[in-house]
């Protein structure tokens, strides 16, 4: 089976992680797996599947992650490509899920060149925001969340090379 790239887009660190996670779980099932920031992938030659973590933000896919889809159109083709996204935060509830759910799906449109064989959401991580003294008064700060779900990430992750395979 030809190399499978893992990369991803994160700007607090999170995706990076689950990513992470998913590279280590390919690898212990015997694969060679290459791990980068989308930003560090100046071509998709060699690679036999792609797997891209991203998270949304402001309903859309990270910035890198859609620049890297657009600036790869045409050498996705052939690959086989898995994607996953990190989003719900909020109460990370089905509402919230439901939500983040719908812009994925949006998104995924702008890109008709990706047929995902697999394709999750998993729930994001957020730091606490505090908003400062005065508008405390008037709006909560959010607090700390992480709804990252290790169980459902491994099992998508272990699930993945019957998926890819050539
Ligand atoms: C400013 C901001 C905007 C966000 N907008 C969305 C959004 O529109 N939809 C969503 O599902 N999640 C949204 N999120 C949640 C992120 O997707 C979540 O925190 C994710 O884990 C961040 O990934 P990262 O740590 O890899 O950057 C937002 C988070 C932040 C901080």
């Known amino acids: ?6 990369a991803y887009a994160s700007t607090g660190g999170s995706t990076r992680e689950v ?14 797996v290459v791990l980068k920031p989308v930003t560090e992938v100046p071509s998709l030659e060699g690679y036999g599947s792609v797997i891209l973590g991203a998270p949304l933000y402001n309903t859309l896919l990270h910035t890198d992650a859609r620049l890297f889809l657009n600036r790869n159109k045409v050498d996705f083709d052939g690959l086989k490509v ?11 509830d089905a509402g919230d899920f439901k939500g983040s759910q719908r812009q994925l799906d949006m998104e995924l449109k702008r890109f008709p060149w990706i047929k995902p064989v697999a394709l999750a959401l998993f729930g994001g991580k957020m730091k606490a925001t505090d908003a400062g003294f005065l508008l405390n008064k008037i709006f909560k700060p959010t607090p700390a969340v992480d709804y990252r779900d290790w169980d459902a990430i ?6 993945l090379p019957e998926k890819i395979k050539d």
């Open 19 to 32: 990513a992470e996670f998913v590279a280590t779980t390919l690898r212990d099932a015997g694969l060679e």
């Open 82 to 92: 898995a994607i996953f996204a990190l989003g719900p935060v909020g109460k990370g």
């Open 1 to 6: 089976m030809s190399a499978i790239l893992v």
């Open 154 to 159: 491994k099992a998508w992750a272990e699930a």
